[in-house]
């Protein structure tokens, strides 16, 4: 059975976290683990690697929603990268198309942080 | 049924029917459709969800009426379904079970998923509200994202109780895909 695993490393400041999966109820609170601290960070800056994540449930956007708010409240935010057309449709099914930014060039994530 | 028996029905009800002295034209107007229905049972297990969504978009994609974005779009709310009942209405309490139905038409789905949890009886759907970006940051809610979805994706999405017995959540599609009868 497919999980998920994650790949967490920081650079120049920037955590930038790699899903590889399916990222459901069951699978979620592996990442909550680790976007909990961060959000509690001085200036979390997240750039969500999501190439590899092969499928989400509202479950898995609740991860990010539940963090969202302390992250943006000290200017930080998280970034998505590499989105699949599959993964994308569920944040569009919740209206949250615009709610999140979304990157196909990883550079310009990077350089949307630095600067 | 198997075809053989299939087209032994249809042959003795062509064969009573002409004894009966019913006319050939209100004879060809008689209908018959084939309708398969599959039943699951599942352990209340969020190890189980990816099982269940891969089974259902398998289950779908025998009916030629659906397309992919269909299989993945059931599979989603499937699993939504499934999330709902096994942490909210089973409380994550793994001894329950979900009863999945599939009643499967040619261009029509009926999911109907059956519970015995607790709390799934007193739950209504049509209580939660539609889903808000600035709620969200406010409550940081992250509950009744997946009625939501289930609502977006489904053409008829009932749920219903019998108190003291069990929770049943009907949900229908239609396929987009003309079927030719």
């Known amino acids: 059975m497919k999980t998920l695993s994650i790949n967490h490393e920081k650079k120049d400041l920037i955590d930038i976290i790699k899903l590889d999966g399916i990222l459901n109820a069951d699978t979620a609170l592996s990442l909550d683990a680790i976007l909990k601290p961060l959000s509690e960070g001085q200036k979390p800056y997240i750039i969500m690697d999501v190439s590899e994540l092969t499928y989400i449930s509202s479950a898995g956007i609740g991860c990010f929603i539940g963090v969202i708010k302390p992250i943006r409240s000290k200017d930080g935010d998280i970034y998505f990268y590499n989105i699949s057309r599959k993964v994308k449709r569920v944040f569009d099914l919740l209206d949250m198309e615009d709610f999140f930014k979304f990157f196909t060039d990883f550079d310009e994530a990077f350089k949307c942080f630095s600067s | ?181």
């Not at chain 2, 992919?68 to 942490?87: H, P, Q, S």
Request: hydrophobic fraction near 40%.
């Open chain 2, 1 to 181: 049924m198997l075809k053989k028996e299939l087209e032994e029905l249809m042959t003795f009800m062509k064969d009573e029917g002409e004894q009966l002295g019913l006319s050939q034209v209100n004879l060809d107007k008689i209908k018959v459709d084939k309708i398969e229905t599959l039943k699951f049972t599942f352990p209340s297990h969020t190890s189980q969800l990816e099982l269940i969504r891969l089974v259902s978009s398998r289950v779908i994609s025998t009916l030629p009426a659906f397309d992919e974005d269909d299989l993945d779009d059931i599979g989603l709310a499937m699993d939504e379904a499934c999330t709902n009942i096994i942490v909210h209405s089973y409380h994550e309490n793994i001894s329950g079970v979900i009863i999945v139905k599939f009643t499967l038409e040619p261009d029509k789905v009926t999911i109907t998923i059956i519970d015995k949890g607790e709390k799934g009886q007193t739950f209504n759907p049509d209580e939660l509200s539609i889903v808000d970006k600035e709620a969200y940051l406010s409550t940081l809610s992250r509950g009744g994202l997946g009625v939501h979805i289930i609502k977006k994706i489904m053409d008829e999405v009932e749920y219903t109780v019998v108190p003291g017995l069990h929770n049943c959540l009907t949900m229908v599609k239609y396929g987009k895909i003309s079927v030719k009868k």
